[in-house]
């Protein structure tokens, strides 16, 4: 079978044009994948007969056609029943005769556990749009109809070979994988049509219709007849069309040899230039890479530049100030001996009293500030606590007997709001613990199709892995239940009913053993009831009262579940309620139900739970879809948000009240230890001083040669004050040079201990490559290479990620290319 081009302006085409077909496993194209290119070019696809040329076409018109419009016999021109999706996918090739039965059956050339690929990519020249249209087909063990599909849209370009393989056993696998990458999948045609036709811009299927009655047309009825009849001359054309044949399977081989040598050569450039920017890229990586490792020598040579220059700047100015110092200390020693002589000379003119006087103004004037200090601070608290300033002793005794009342309350409210503070910080941990317990069942409930709560759903996982059992072998009972559509105001009443059966497991009677193992070696953490399923039931009698009125009749069962026989048994007893709508109603039957959810069982015992809401869906564990009660659990987040912001701000109005007492009190205890107003009385200090100065001026009017020498004594002592102000002064400066010189000495050790590493030599041939990214700007400062590190660092690590990125799509193109050039 040959695919021939017709060349012509592809790229000129408008609308989508198919480029590539590509089967798997379909009809007799086994075990690979067998692709058509056609590029968006019109194509004439010939071969003998059987070759599978409708195969082909049957193909095509699977990927665009729902399953009950298409006839595959038409195309093949065969009998009603010789072909069918099943035969495709299962290869039919023959068929063997029974000789004992004298049937026959088809054989395949693939068994139940292959699946198979059907993909077609489909371009738009104009836009550069592709979209990707594919089937996935799978026969399930023992399944004697027809064979399962799903349907997959892309709006980018899939392959079979790299996008439809290993994937594991489970198609499902497949799907997840698929939907990952961007690609739709359906279950049922008519979205999947849908889907498709707006991609490819087909306004409504009767397009697709005359498309259908066109492409599989092999026999065209009497156009020879009519064309030999009534266009062509008679003559004799049997040896015209024979020579004719022959010279055209000569040109055509001929022809094939020439385009397949030019493609071949002209394949050969991409390739090549595919290779080339491969190890350019390559060589780019590797200098990157180099100049990476290279990066922190170049930064380090910079700093022990910068840090050289420290030590010797910081040396410098140390020995500077060394010597400032000394001469300070000299000039203090000198002035020193001056002040004791003349201390001993104005002792010998009566300056003995004045001396006194001096000691006690100084003391008292330390006292003085000392007052002053204390009682700013004792006037700063009473400002604080919202109490009137003092000024004598009366004064203070009243705001003592207010400081110790207004303590007792606030310890009083203090403890108030931190009892209520302790409330509200525990309503708000347990919204907070219902907020994401919530979370956590929304999180489950959008990667599962079952209503059961997580931590149930959590335990079924851990048996399962642990006995290597598919999860579905082991259900809940309210996965197979839910109630029918149209009785949705029984829904609740039936929750309050069978909401304990529905948390049970169902464990078929082949792992019943192993199940009871498990669990009775493990400790569970939590409850769990579960029943075993036997494999046959014993013939049930027919009820003696009419199901059309219970609740076993407003329910519906899983349509798929081997269970289901045991479980409509057991329903029948568990759910035998009847369905009544009033109360006299209620009271006159032996078993009834509610919409409520009031029960009535046999023996008088009455039921009804009211410990939530009975149309809470956030509560609801049947059926098997979850929308109603993801929508009901977002509802109820809603609301729990809005409760917790409400508690959040009680909270934090709390907090701020009991953190304003709590300073207040404070405010008042340190108010407490003042007791004495003498260590506040600051006045009667300057009192003091002043009475003791005035004495002083007294004795020195009297002498003249005693004021001489206390002036000289006053003029000698400020000078020595001066200068031992400015010795503590260059002492601090000298303690803060030394330190930046034995931080910089560090910084020069360090730096030298790595340029001495046996990496540095290699490192120098890429200092004038990092030279130039660093740029003219260099840094002033240590810390400088630290950021410019950072910088260069990040630079090379984005231009590394892409010369990857690059080299990587290199790599694809060559050996994309090598993959065309072979076949």
């Not at 479980?567 to 109603?585: H, I």
């Not at 008088?604 to 929508?631: A, M």
């Amino acid at each position: 079978m040959t695919d021939h081009d017709q060349t012509g302006a592809v790229a000129a085409a408008p609308g989508f044009r198919l480029l590539r077909l590509e089967l798997r496993n379909w009809g007799t194209f086994d075990g690979r994948v067998w692709t058509f290119r056609l590029d968006g070019a019109t194509a004439l696809l010939t071969g003998d007969i059987g070759s599978g040329k409708s195969t082909v076409v049957d193909a095509i018109t699977t990927l665009l056609l729902p399953a009950h419009k298409i006839s595959y016999n038409r195309a093949a021109g065969a009998e009603t029943r010789e072909r069918s999706l099943r035969s495709y996918v299962l290869g039919y090739y023959k068929s063997e005769r029974n000789e004992a039965t004298g049937t026959s059956r088809p054989v395949g050339l693939r068994g139940g556990s292959s699946y198979s690929v059907l993909l077609g990519v489909f371009g738009n020249a104009a836009t550069g749009a592709t979209v990707t249209l594919g089937q996935v087909f799978w026969t399930r063990d023992g399944n004697s109809g027809q064979p399962e599909r799903f349907f997959v849209t892309a709006g980018e370009e899939l392959t079979v070979g790299t996008d439809f393989v290993d994937f594991g056993s489970e198609v499902a696998q497949l799907r997840k994988r698929l939907r990952q990458s961007g690609a739709k999948i359906y279950d049922h045609f008519p979205e999947y049509g849908k889907d498709f036709r707006r991609r490819l811009g087909i306004a409504s299927d009767q397009a697709m219709d005359l498309f259908h009655q066109t492409v599989s047309m092999k026999a065209v009825g009497d156009l020879n007849d009519f064309v030999r009849n009534h266009m062509l001359e008679p003559f004799d054309a049997a040896d015209w069309i024979r020579r004719l044949v022959a010279h055209f399977d000569d040109l055509t081989r001929a022809h094939e040899a020439v385009v397949k040598a030019r493609e071949q050569l002209a394949e050969l450039h991409p390739l090549l230039d595919a290779c080339d920017a491969y190890d350019g890229h390559a060589a780019q990586i590797a200098s990157l890479d180099a100049q990476r490792s290279a990066l922190p020598y170049f930064c380090a040579r910079g700093k022990a530049e910068l840090f050289r220059a420290e030590v010797t700047t910081h040396s410098s100015a140390l020995a500077a100030e060394q010597a400032a110092l000394a001469g300070v200390k000299g000039r203090i020693a000198e002035l020193g001996q001056r002040r004791d002589r003349l201390t001993l000379e104005r002792a010998g003119h009566g300056g003995d009293r004045v001396a006194e006087l001096e000691r006690q103004v100084s003391e008292t004037e330390t006292a003085r500030e000392e007052r002053r200090r204390r009682f700013d601070r004792y006037a700063g608290l009473l400002a604080e606590a919202g109490l009137a300033p003092v000024e004598a002793l009366p004064q203070f005794t009243d705001r003592r007997g207010e400081v110790a009342d207004e303590l007792a309350r606030c310890g009083q409210d203090r403890a108030d709001r931190q009892n209520e503070l302790t409330e509200a910080a525990v309503a708000v941990r347990e919204l907070a613990g219902q907020e994401q317990e919530i979370n956590a069942e929304l999180r489950s409930l959008r990667e599962r199709r079952s209503n059961i709560p997580r931590r149930s759903l959590e335990l079924r996982a851990r048996i399962c892995a642990e006995l290597n059992l598919p999860e579905v072998t082991l259900p809940f009972a309210g996965e197979l239940i839910q109630v029918r559509p149209g009785e949705s105001d029984w829904e609740g009443a039936a929750e309050r009913v069978l909401r304990g059966f529905a948390l049970s497991l169902l464990v078929p009677d082949a792992h019943y053993s192993a199940v009871a193992d498990w669990v009775d070696r493990r400790h569970l953490g939590g409850r769990l009831v579960y029943y075993r399923v036997p494999a046959t039931l014993p013939r049930q009698p027919e009820p003696g009262y009419d199901e059309r009125q219970t609740l076993f009749a407003k329910l519906e069962l899983h349509p798929e579940s081997p269970l289901r026989p045991w479980l409509e048994r057991e329903l029948r007893r568990r759910a035998g309620y009847q369905c009544v709508d009033s109360l006299a109603e209620f009271r006159r039957v032996d078993r009834a139900l509610t919409r409520t959810g009031q029960v009535k069982d046999v023996g008088g015992r009455h039921e009804k739970d009211d410990r939530s809401r009975i149309d809470d869906r956030s509560g609801y564990v049947l059926g098997w879809s979850v929308e109603q009660k993801i929508d009901a659990l977002l509802a109820k987040a809603q609301l729990l948000a809005e409760r917790q912001t409400r508690a959040t701000a009680d909270r934090d109005g709390l907090i701020k009240q009991l953190n304003r007492l709590t300073g207040r009190h404070g405010t008042l205890s340190k108010l407490v230890e003042f007791t004495d107003f003498t260590e506040l009385d600051w006045a009667a200090a300057v009192q003091r001083i002043e009475r003791l100065r005035s004495e002083k001026r007294q004795l020195e009017a009297s002498s003249g040669e005693l004021a001489r020498l206390t002036a000289e004594l006053e003029r000698v002592t400020v000078e020595l004050t001066e200068l031992g102000d400015e010795r503590d002064t260059r002492q601090s400066r000298i303690g803060q040079v030394r330190g930046q010189v034995d931080r910089a000495e560090q910084g020069l050790r360090d730096t030298r201990r790595l340029l001495d590493e046996p990496g540095y030599g290699a490192a120098l041939e890429c200092f004038d490559t990092l030279g130039k990214r660093a740029g003219d700007t260099v840094p002033a400062e240590p810390a400088g290479y630290d950021r410019l590190r950072d910088e260069i660092e990040t630079q090379l690590r984005l231009e590394r990620d892409e010369a990857a990125r690059r080299q990587a799509a290199a790599s694809n193109r060559a050996v994309g290319r090598m993959a065309d050039f072979r076949r």
